[in-house]
């Protein structure tokens, strides 16, 4: 029987763990400087090197001629621990022996003196499975352990340790293996295996390890035994049942050219196949990472010029949603809807320019909404007055509003302004536009204003019934001046933010930048004194039916 690879090139000192270097470090300088302590923590993920670890460290502190912190592996002691011919190291599961029974058992052999070694080391791996009543049997000896016992405790789930244990060890986080540690490690098993692989291959597996160095060196184990030579990447794929790289690079295709139809296409081709969608959304947060860097010129992949056009900001935030909807996935029932669902999103992009400046537009629309409570009352007195005043009750050229106050929709009827077309010369509003024209002094600046209030009543059909307002337009160098009467001036002023938009618009469209002012025009009427106009607020309060004598 072969022995397997991960336990083939098992680390044999602490040179050789990979991707652990703070905490090797420690060890070495504890055992240079003799301070070594009676019970350790290893957690941390799977395949970490938790255990070899451990095994290397009972080998160091029992080793007769230590080099800097190494175990020199020659010595008798080094050789009776590497052919397991010493009952002075002992490693244990506490799967299954985690009952209290168990751990009293051991307590009883531990006090005894080591038979040939200096140190006697218990390793429990899988410690998190050891129950209440066994920790509290194990509590005792690790408070006042005799001098020549050390215990190493790995586990997985360190939250699953008592306090109690926890205070009286040194705990050693064992971080997660990277891709590149990984990817070593598998480079220096293939020319001992005289096999060679693809770069991409030795790239996917050490991905599909998942930071674990035992995961990585099982799959190459499997991959191995395809039994060639050279292996290509395409072998993998196939070995492993993961996606390939063409599959991933038209997904993403679709994506960036918004091909929804290709999309989902791809997408059932796929799952027709059995494959999972889980694994499917897996390799492609994958794939969006490695064109993560492929954007960023860290990694030469060729994945067909997919990233020339696309910009960074478009893949991270597709890796983003990506992340959010393999969550959700894990939880579902459907995870085959949620999959599609979250790769339109991708299609559905928008640039973060583009949703700051709708955002923008939102907010300013809602301020204007806000304030436009307070005018809306003020407008209705206004109406109220002129009706009053008027002896035929004629209607108020003023903005008309509903009874909730909002701007009355061009689809209603009656007494409601209708929604007449922009080229329309008979349109009232242009009509006053072209009035407002002929009082403007250059062609030049005539044509400017002509199609600033073009472009307002197109673009802006809300402040059509305004248009009316405007006396007279004063267009120079960069600067439009808009001058309105007293009686539509405040509303104007309210609606400001459509008028600078259409500003805007204006400056797109002629490739010059114009700023719009709204100024009160010299020929409106004076303002009414503050006493009639309160005469009028109570008139309007009273419906007319009030009688003013004039006593002396």
Same mark, same amino acid.
């Given at each position: ?122 390793? &429990?791996?899988? +410690?998190?499975? #050891?129950? !209440?009543?066994?920790?509290?049997? *194990? %509590?005792? $000896?690790?408070? /006042? ?103 991933? &690079?038209?997904? +993403?295709?679709? #994506?960036? !050219?918004?091909?929804?139809?290709? *999309? %989902?296409? $791809?997408?059932? /081709? ?117 009706? *009053?005043?008027?002896?035929?009750? /004629? ?158």
């Amino acid at each position: 029987m072969s022995q397997a690879l991960y336990r083939k090139y098992r680390p044999k000192d602490f040179d050789q763990v990979l991707g652990q270097d703070n905490i090797v470090n420690i060890l070495k300088n504890q055992i240079k400087n003799k301070n070594i302590s009676h019970a350790y923590i290893f957690s941390g993920g799977r395949g970490t090197g938790k255990t070899s670890t451990a095994k290397i460290f009972s080998k160091a502190v029992n080793c007769l001629n230590p080099i800097e912190g190494n175990p020199c592996n020659e010595c008798a002691n080094c050789r009776a621990i590497l052919e397991e011919r010493t009952m002075d190291i002992v490693e244990m599961d506490a799967a299954s022996n985690r009952r209290i029974d168990d751990i009293r058992q051991l307590r009883d052999q531990v006090i005894y003196p080591p038979s040939n070694l200096k140190y006697k080391v218990y390793i &429990i791996d899988e +410690a998190h499975m #050891i129950t !209440n009543e066994g920790f509290n049997a *194990l %509590l005792k $000896i690790m408070e /006042e352990p005799p001098k020549h016992l050390i215990f190493i405790l790995a586990t997985t789930e360190i939250d699953k340790i008592p306090d109690t244990i926890l205070s009286r060890t040194q705990r050693f986080e064992f971080k997660s293996i990277s891709e590149r540690d990984i990817s070593k490690q598998i480079n220096l098993v293939l020319d001992q295996e005289y096999v060679k692989l693809e770069d991409r291959a030795v790239d996917i597996i050490a991905n599909a390890a998942s930071g674990a160095m035992r995961d990585g060196l099982s799959i190459l184990d499997q991959v191995l035994s395809i039994g060639k030579k050279e292996i290509l990447a395409s072998d993998v794929y196939d070995l492993l049942g993961i996606f390939s790289d063409q599959v991933k &690079i038209n997904y +993403a295709q679709a #994506i960036f !050219n918004k091909n929804i139809e290709s *999309l %989902l296409r $791809i997408i059932d /081709e796929e799952l027709d196949k059995g494959k999972n969608p889980n694994n499917f959304i897996k390799e492609v947060i994958s794939f969006f990472k490695d064109l993560i860097y492929v954007k960023l010129n860290i990694k030469s992949y060729d994945f067909n010029g997919l990233v020339e056009n696309i910009s960074l900001e478009q893949i991270i935030n597709s890796l983003d949603i990506l992340l959010e909807y393999e969550d959700m996935m894990k939880k579902s029932d459907n995870p085959d809807l949620l999959f599609k669902l979250a790769s339109v999103r991708l299609v559905d992009y928008m640039p973060r320019l583009s949703l700051e400046e709708k955002v923008k537009n939102l907010e300013e629309r809602i301020a204007y909404l806000e304030e436009n409570g307070s005018l809306i009352s003020a407008n209705r007195s206004t109406e109220n007055r002129d009706t *009053l005043r008027s002896p035929k009750h /004629e209607k108020s050229e003023s903005i008309q509003m509903n009874e909730e106050g909002s701007f009355l929709d061009a689809s209603e009827k009656e007494d409601k302004i209708p929604e007449i077309p922009i080229e329309s010369k008979n349109d009232q509003d242009l009509n006053h536009a072209n009035q407002v024209e002929k009082s403007l002094d250059e062609e030049d600046s005539s044509a400017i204003g002509d199609r600033y209030l073009s472009i307002l009543s197109g673009n802006y059909p809300q402040t059509k019934p305004l248009l009316k307002g405007i006396k007279k337009i004063n267009s120079r160098e960069n600067q439009i001046d808009l001058q309105v009467d007293q009686k539509e001036y405040r509303m104007i002023s309210a609606m400001k933010i459509f008028f600078e938009s259409a500003g805007r618009d204006l400056s797109n469209e002629m490739g010059k930048e114009y700023k719009v002012n709204i100024v009160l025009s010299k020929e409106s009427p004076e303002v009414i004194n503050e006493k009639d106009e309160k005469i009028d607020n109570l008139s309007d309060f009273f419906d007319g039916n009030i009688n003013i004598i004039n006593k002396k």
